[in-house]
Nanobody
Framework: QVHLVESGGGLVQSGGSVRLSCVTS????????MAWYRQAPGKQREVVAAISSGGESEYADFVKGRSTISRDNAENTVYLQMNNLEPGDTAVYYC???????????????WGQGIQVTVSS
């Protein structure tokens, strides 16, 4: 059984930082592309950052320069460090593992339960 468990969210002041973690089990972590998505109230889910199985990372424009995604294959964990947070970053953040990145309907596309990040002004 596959599990993705996020942690590290909470209430943060504007300008602060947060480090999200996602511990996975039940998958061969080092061959999966990993990503963080977020969904704000009334908005669609959007990708925040992604990292390939080889360690190449990509970022959405709205976090570029203030976020870092990383992975620890020994710990089956992916991280998202976000700095200089803004109230617009308030959302539920989801961890994603996809063996075939870009294929939403892949049976090897897994999601965490989500974790709330709230940025106060």
């Amino acid at each position: 059984q596959v599990h993705l468990v996020e942690s590290g969210g909470g209430l943060v002041q504007s300008g602060g930082s947060v480090r999200l973690s996602c511990v996975t089990s039940g998958i061969v972590f080092n061959i999966y592309a990993m990503a963080w998505y977020r969904q704000a109230p009334g908005k669609q889910r959007e990708v925040v950052a992604a990292i390939s199985s080889g360690g190449e990372s990509e970022y959405a424009d709205f976090v570029k320069g203030r976020s870092t995604i990383s992975r620890d294959n020994a710990e089956n964990t992916v991280y998202l460090q976000m700095n200089n947070l803004e109230p617009g970053d308030t959302a539920v953040y989801y961890c994603n593992a996809n063996l075939f990145p870009g294929l939403e309907l892949s049976p090897q596309n897994y999601w965490g339960q989500g974790i709330q990040v709230t940025v106060s002004s």
